[in-house]
């Protein structure tokens, strides 16, 4: 396959950032911060949780603003102890994917244990649906906390990408890396579908850089200039979680509060603009990638 950078009109030695917001619709803070960071750049593309009390305020945003670049971010688990969402396809229709709340569970790792690849699958395509009804122009799919990587998700998440003829989040994976980020016993059915991923057409990424919310107060731009420093040549996905600091923000995540706010100023505003241009990284959407996606009306 061509190196991806040239297929997407660069030279095969630049170094390329998918500058891309997370969490949209998890919080009203996250929709003011990310639609922001956005708005201002340099972050480029963002991705909404269609379960989260705060998704139709995120769909609004998106339908006032076609232009943007938004995907879904495909949610299996339900993280904080006091702000908790369940599924989308109803409680019910996917049982294996309930903690003992009835929400979804609270770690990956939880779902690992219990969720049910049939049932994955109808809640991974009610999120699509319910995003795409709402009038989000979905430009791609992503995976929350790398929920979708799990064995019995993995392959779900390649059928939906190719069946919706939409791009997904899928850096060319190695097994130590694999190994590193918690799903060593995941490896060969994560290769073996990026690999089919690979196989079919569609854009595979060079890397990735989820490096976001790890630095202390006042060490944002010290952090944030070596995650920078740190890209390769090639196509990479880099991370970061916009949102406005205050209240309802502290409340469900005291300990990364400060941390999104510095992201919402940062790849929302002139100081990320000239570090990006500084460190010589250009920028792109996922939206150019979905050109390199093969069309079809279904995939076995």
């Known amino acids: 396959m ?32 990310g639609f922001e960071a ?12 269609v379960p989260c009390p705060w998704f139709r305020e995120a769909a609004d945003l998106a339908r006032e603003r076609p232009e943007l670049d938004l995907g879904v971010h495909l949610t299996l ?36 244990e219990r969720a049910e690849e049939a049932h994955v699958e109808i809640e991974l395509r009610a999120q699509i649906d319910q995003a795409l009804s709402a009038g989000v122009a979905v430009t791609h ?5 790398g929920a979708c990587f799990l064995p019995q998700a993995v392959d779900v998440y390649r059928r939906l ?14 097994p ?7 799903l060593g016993a995941g490896a060969e059915p994560l290769l073996r579908a990026f690999a089919a991923l690979e196989a079919d057409g569609m854009p595979i990424l060079d890397a990735f850089d989820a490096n976001s919310l790890h630095f202390a107060e006042g060490e944002g ?41 510095f992201e919402r100023r940062f790849y929302g505003g002139e100081a990320g603009v000239e570090a990006l241009r500084a460190a010589g990284v250009r920028t792109l959407g996922m939206r150019e990638l979905g050109e390199l996606v093969p069309q ?5």
């Open 2 to 33: 061509e190196n991806l950078a040239v297929r997407l009109g660069f030279e095969a030695d630049e170094r390329i950032a998918i500058v891309h917001v997370d969490d949209l619709g998890m919080c009203h803070a996250a929709n003011v911060g």
């Open 38 to 49: 956005l708005a201002n750049g340099p972050a480029t593309c963002g991705s909404i949780m």
């Open 77 to 112: 688990n339900s993280e904080w102890d006091h702000y908790r969402w369940g599924p989308v396809a109803g409680r019910s229709a996917v049982p294996s994917l309930l903690d003992a709340q009835g929400y979804l569970p609270q770690t990956v790792a939880e779902l690992g």
């Open 141 to 145: 799919l992503d995976s929350h906390m």
């Open 161 to 174: 990408g190719l069946e919706y003829g939409l791009p997904v989040f899928a850096p060319r994976a190695e």
């Open 176 to 182: 130590a890396a694999i190994e590193q980020a918690g």
């Open 221 to 261: 731009a010290d952090h944030n200039a070596r995650r920078l420093a740190g890209l390769s040549p090639g196509v990479s996905y880099l991370i970061c979680h916009a949102a406005m600091d205050g209240e309802e923000l502290r409340r469900i995540t005291p300990d990364s509060a400060h941390q999104r706010d």
């Open 296 to 300: 079809r009306d279904s995939v076995s």
